[in-house]
């Protein structure tokens, strides 16, 4: 059994403010990572660890992939950690992964100035890749680091948007880093010039003369969707990805604060397992956004809030007991009758009986729209609230709210899938829960 890259999967939100692809009000990189996840393990396999990587962590002081891990339905025993910082979290993540096994989920939403370089030419995304022993897509064959301490982009703690140095003092140290670090890849495997590149940095300079500083006989290919911080290398990875050719090789550049290298051989499985929707592919499915409500999802504006009181804060223990639930999306199937219930239920309410119920996870299903409201009146962060009632492929039904939706465009019988988001945040704390979205073509 070789080890290696199993799989990898990429998810770009729906929205666009001009080009760029931006998260929803309801999407931070946790629900993000989750939806990437998601994909990469609709086969059903069972990671070693779940390693998530973000320069935006939705907290702080508490880990971020316990929330992914849940959300995933995982056994408990899998390790769940949090790399945050920056995109040399992600490299970290990945050879970490690479050598022991484990999922990686890369994923920021990045916020620049109104009219900014970092506003225009920044993207929100995650992308997830499942590395372990099996019969792999592509494998690792080559390693190479430098680390240099120098003042190109930093961000405190506490600020929302981050700074950058004049660009050309950065092209200065990262260009040598970057050749310096590609050679030394390259030479352990005795090749002279990778069939692709993908390179990631946040520096403007080096993005625009990528080609000029290394250069793949195929592609020299960055995130394309810009600079989209620690989930940059990964999705420019995975571009690559759904296009390469079996016995390709791949070389991923790194380039933050140093330059980290990875260099992967492809396999004649790549062709049969590539994601299902390639990066491409979601970039083309976009839904314009208006510059003030963007702005207004970043905090960078207030708009006039909703007139109705605020929810209270999510409570720990009610949250702990319902966690199969609320992050999970678990129902119960009843083992006498088959009544599918959801949420959960201890009696049955097709047969009244209280038998052992047994889990009913449909957090992976599709559903069909039975009736939907649209309420303009309740507390939302971005109004109006869309809810539908839902009744899900398998069995069971449930109320949920309905995310992305144009209410003038929704339809009695139209299918949805099932999306993990953030409904609201009070007294600090995110109060993550499952959406219905509309399946594309509807």
Known sequence: ????????ATYLPVHRFGKRVVAGYDEDSTTMAVAAAQTVLSGGAAPAAVLFATSTP???????????HAALG?????????????????????????????????ADVRVGRPGSVDEKLGGDG??????????PIAELIATASRSEEFLDRWRLPTALIGQQWEERFGFERYSALIRAAAAEALDAVGIGDADH??????NPAVVKRA???????????????GFSGAADAAIALSAVLDSADPGDTILVLSAVDGCDALVLRTTELLASRRQPTSVAAQLENGRSVPQLTYLSWRGLVELEPPRRPEPDRVAAPPAARAAEWKFGLRGSRCRDCG????????????CGRTAPMQPEPISN???TIVTYTVDRLAYSPSPPMVQAVVDVDGGGRCTVEVADADPDALRVGARVRFSFRRLFTAGDIHDYFWKAVLIDGQ
């Open 1 to 8: 059994m070789d080890r290696g890259l199993l799989g990898y």
């Open 58 to 68: 939705a907290y702080a002081d508490k880990t971020n992939a316990t929330a992914v």
């Open 74 to 106: 995982l056994p408990e025993r899998t390790l769940a950690a949090d790399f945050c910082g920056t995109g040399r979290s992600a490299y970290a993540a990945m050879r970490w992964a690479a050598e022991a096994g484990g999922l990686v989920i890369c």
């Open 126 to 135: 995650a992308a997830a890749l499942l590395f372990g022993t099996g019969s």
């Open 197 to 202: 590149v993908a390179l990631a940095c946040p």
């Open 211 to 225: 080609e000029a500083l290394v250069k793949g006989q195929k592609s020299t290919v960055i995130s394309p969707i």
């Open 339 to 350: 009544f599918v219930h959801l949420p959960p239920a201890a009696v049955c309410r097709g």
């Open 365 to 367: 299903r599709e559903g």
